[in-house]
């Protein structure tokens, strides 16, 4: 019945975003709240360590020659850091680039499971099949299409370098000092074969745990087309279900990854 209730959900909030005519005291998505999911892109956002990190530079600020005020930055950045999304391309030879994604895949209903528990204690925690299966004996099935959402806690230690990502070391050398959760690769392929989901976010820097050294997560989920999100937020003020979640990538063509906006709904009768 949760399932059911999932995916109706997903059908009436599409349907509600892209076309149902409404007039303006009665938004489609109306009796709830949005809860932004995105961290701030900033000189402290977190990036890989062998990564670029955010730039923004002053092209202009100030009045004019005519007499009127007007500002313009330019940025620069990688593509993997802060809140983003992965393509399949990332891992996977042959596969989508950013702006050959289906919008479809970007949204959806949302689950959302809770290990911060077991994150917290162990920084090397790796979410288990268990895990998930675990979720399903308190709330339903997980349904296909939906983006599974793994809590970790680890939004709390944001920007702190240390505690976040266990170094705030560059380069190669950090590499080898990152310690935090991640998701197990059994757990990823059973996501992907076993329930279809559409992606997979949490709020750590990479879906696989800091000490992987063969991306393994990661090749499961992009050799399966499933979208990976990092480096999500808020990921506390949503329930186990119920949400519906939108994630717009920038439309980077041949893009491996793109910064994100990432939102979701959460309706008024929700419950925590």
Request: hydrophobic share 40%; with cysteine; charged share 20%.
């Amino acid at each position: 019945m949760k399932t059911r209730s999932l995916r109706c959900l997903s059908i009436l909030l599409s349907t509600a975003l892209f076309g149902l005519a409404c007039s303006a005291e009665t938004p489609p998505f109306a009796n709830g709240r949005w809860i932004d999911l995105t961290q701030e892109y900033s000189s402290d956002t977190i990036y890989w360590p062998t990564a670029s990190g955010f730039v923004l530079e002053k092209e202009f600020r100030g009045m004019t020659p005519k007499g009127y005020f007007y500002t313009a930055n330019r940025y620069s950045a990688s593509e993997h850091g802060g809140t983003h999304l992965d393509a399949p391309i990332h891992f996977a030879e042959g596969h989508r680039t950013i702006e050959q994604l289906s919008l479809d895949q970007f949204m959806g209903a949302a689950v959302v499971v809770d290990v911060s528990p077991k994150a917290l204690k162990d920084p090397d925690y790796q979410i288990a099949v268990v895990d998930l299966k675990a979720w399903e004996s308190a709330h339903g099935r997980i349904p296909r299409g939906a983006i599974v959402l793994l809590r970790t806690g680890y939004a709390q230690y944001w920007p702190d370098a240390k505690k976040y990502l266990g170094t705030t070391e560059k380069g190669l050398q950090g590499v080898d000092h990152l310690h935090f959760p991640g998701l197990h690769p059994d757990a990823a392929r059973w996501l992907a074969n076993e329930r279809a989901v559409k992606a997979v976010g949490l709020d750590t820097a990479s879906i696989d745990y800091g000490q992987s050294k063969l991306f393994e997560t990661h090749r499961v989920l992009c050799g399966s087309d499933v979208l990976a999100l990092e480096n999500l937020t808020a990921l506390d003020k949503l329930p186990p279900t119920g949400a519906y979640v939108i994630a717009l990538p920038m439309k980077i063509k041949g893009g491996s990854g793109s910064p994100l906006r990432m939102i979701a709904w959460v309706p008024a009768n929700s419950t925590k």
